[in-house]
């Protein structure tokens, strides 16, 4: 198989490395710098090298190839390891290159995403959704840790008609594929219903650790509890409105219990805020205050937690 990871941050990075140790498969990664610069010219790809470390701790000097515009017309799978803001974008930029043999997986937080493509891209192209629970972090520009083992989820968004099967048949055969590389992926048939739960538990942990710059674990104080509740309320009528059904309760005890499991953890938006970089809040707590807007509920405590978020990544 020949496949290109767009995004070398931390998953990015993960999922290269896993392919290009467990698996046969010819594995390019197109990096941040190279969409920022739109550069998809050239037909000799260069070699790059960064630093893996494991969830075991084994440490390696994984050495990786930068997809050119070769390796994007041949490509059978493209992995995209971008934010939410940046994924659309670089999809987009890059479709004329894409064949429509090529499968394209989305692997990033929030939703709005798919919304943003191109025509041609879902007209033409398989696309799948990939949630992922692996803990990971980029330590430097050329090093990434392995923290905590976990496993993705992954399932069909859309399928062009020509290429829709019956139900047992939209499993992609690269499915094995990947599950061998890096296990646990298991198939959804639901994967929008998963795609909401997780963006609920974002909704509620992700902006209340920037704001007040703390670990997940603290977000189970009873201080948080009134405004988890009133966030989880607007997210379950967001929710409705898209044929999703998730009960304010459900949401309140499911974040609070990925909380304290991951207690010592910085989300990803805490980490974006430290960092002075783009958050992802636009795609989480932003996208229910769009809904909120589209179908007219109220949506104040999310849309609080946006401007404050948004505030301190200005």
């Known amino acids: 198989m020949n496949v290109v990871v767009l995004g070398n941050g931390a998953i990015g990075s993960l999922w290269a490395y896993h392919l290009k140790r467990f698996s046969t498969a010819n594995v390019s990664i197109k990096t941040r710098s190279a969409l920022d610069t739109g550069s998809a010219n050239g037909t000799y790809a260069c070699k790059n090298n960064f630093s893996f470390t494991s969830s075991h701790g084994l440490s390696l000097q994984i050495e990786y190839t930068l997809a050119d515009q070769h390796s994007l017309q041949n490509a059978d799978l493209i992995i995209t390891c971008l934010k939410s803001t940046e994924t659309a974008s670089a999809l987009n930029g890059l479709s004329h290159l894409l064949s429509n043999n090529v499968d394209i997986v989305l692997c990033h937080n929030g939703l709005g995403v798919y919304e943003a493509l191109n025509n041609e891209l879902k007209l033409n192209n398989r696309i799948y959704a990939m949630l992922t629970t692996h803990g990971c972090f980029r330590a430097s520009k050329h090093h990434v840790i392995h ?168």
């Open 147 to 314: 923290t905590g083992l976990g496993h993705c989820d992954l399932g069909l968004l859309t399928s062009p008609a020509d290429k829709m099967g019956d139900k047992e048949n939209q499993q992609p055969a690269w499915l094995e594929f990947l599950n061998h590389s890096l296990p646990s992926v298991y198939w959804s048939d639901d994967i929008k219903a998963k795609q909401w739960l997780k963006l609920a538990i974002n909704c509620v942990i992700n902006p209340i650790t920037a704001i007040h710059k703390i670990n997940n674990g603290k977000v189970a104080e009873n201080v948080f509890r009134q405004q988890i509740e009133t966030v989880a309320e607007e997210v379950s009528i967001a929710a409705c409105t898209q044929g999703i059904q998730l009960a304010p309760q459900d949401i309140v005890s499911t974040s609070l219990e990925v909380a304290k499991k991951t207690s010592k953890n910085t989300s990803s938006m805490l980490s974006d805020v430290l960092a002075n970089r783009e958050t992802e809040i636009a795609n989480i707590n932003g996208y229910i205050c769009e809904l909120a807007t589209k179908y007219g509920f109220s949506a104040k405590a999310n849309q609080s937690l946006f401007e404050q978020v948004k505030s301190l990544s200005a």
